[in-house]
């Protein structure tokens, strides 16, 4: 069984940085696409960076992009999500998703995290 444990949440200032961890058990990284979301609370689930199998392919969303990098170590079977110039409206619970094709939609992903939480202040 595949298993997903985010870390590196926190608090932080606004234009602070913070870097997200997520380790992957169960099956070996390489073969799965990853992506990193969030959800705010009354908001639904929103995509945030993906990163193909390979790591050849990322994606980020267009809130994020130039500030937030998704990496993955395949041997360390740990995805990375580097955030800088943190923003209040970050401020959401972030989920790691794994999956078989490297979509922006979280309902293609099959496994999951339990999310941590990231609260950017003013």
């Known amino acids: 069984q595949v298993q997903l444990v985010e870390s590196g949440g926190g608090l932080v200032q606004a234009g602070g940085s913070l870097r997200l961890s997520c380790a992957v058990s169960?099956?070996?990284?390489?073969?799965?696409?990853m992506g990193w979301f969030r959800q705010a609370p009354g908001k639904d689930r929103e995509f945030v960076a993906i990163?193909?199998?390979?790591?050849?392919?990322?994606y980020y969303a267009d809130s994020v992009r130039g500030r937030f990098t998704i990496s993955r170590d395949n041997a360390k079977n740990t995805v990375y999500l580097q955030m800088n110039s943190l923003k209040p409206e970050d401020t959401a619970v972030y989920y790691c998703?794994?999956?078989?094709?490297?979509?922006?939609?979280?309902?293609?992903?099959?496994?999951w995290g339990q999310g941590t939480q990231v609260t950017v202040s003013s």
């Open positions: 998703g794994g999956g078989w094709h490297t979509t922006t939609s979280p309902s293609d992903y099959n496994y």
């Open positions: 169960g099956r070996t990284l390489r073969t799965i696409a």
């Open positions: 990163i193909s199998a390979s790591g050849g392919t990322t």
